[in-house]
């Protein structure tokens, strides 16, 4: 960039993309303060090195945008947890936060866990597995594993629609 520039002479590029032609480097940067800018170079293994008169400052500032564009968001999988007796307020919140992880792209893992006498009625949270999932399933997400039931614990995915 300007000063920094140690091969001469070089082909220049105007900021409107015209070419200036080959001139010497003091030309050059002479003709980039005239208009306020910067001389910076673009191709230094071409012969001869290509410049081109820009705003470096607008030229980084739009480049980092960009990359910063570039970057997706990578599924993760959250998981709510429930117990047969939980209770409805708490439900209701967990379900709400499923929600705002399926609207950000990740999916949730629902698992209702069993613990001592409460393995007796699995068929509870069955029930609740299910309330959850008319929730969740039709509006925010889509069923990609069905509910299996382990010895201590019933689980399902929901992914994001």
Do not use: W
């Not at 409107?16 to 001389?39: H, P, W, Y």
């Not at 564009?69 to 307020?89: A, D, N, S, V, Y």
């Not at 999932?133 to 994001?160: D, H, N």
């Amino acid at each position: 960039m300007n000063e920094q520039i140690r091969s001469t002479p070089v082909r220049v590029i105007d900021a409107d993309g015209t070419q200036l032609g080959i001139i010497s480097v003091k030309q050059a940067i002479e003709k980039a303060r005239d208009a306020g800018l910067d001389l910076v170079e673009v191709a230094p293994e071409a012969k001869p090195p290509v410049c081109r008169i820009m705003d470096y400052g607008k030229f980084k500032y739009e480049k980092t945008k960009k990359s910063a564009k570039q970057k997706t968001h990578q599924t993760k999988l959250k998981e709510i947890r429930l117990r047969p007796k939980t209770g409805q307020h708490d439900v209701e919140f967990k379900i709400k936060r499923a929600i705002d992880f399926l609207k950000n792209k990740d999916k949730v893992q629902v698992t209702v866990m069993f613990r001592g006498r409460e393995n007796m009625h699995v068929d509870e949270g069955q029930k609740l597995l299910s309330s959850v999932l008319e929730l969740l399933v039709p509006e925010y997400g889509k069923l990609e594993s069905q509910p299996t039931q382990q010895p201590k614990r019933i689980m399902c995915t929901v992914a994001p629609k």
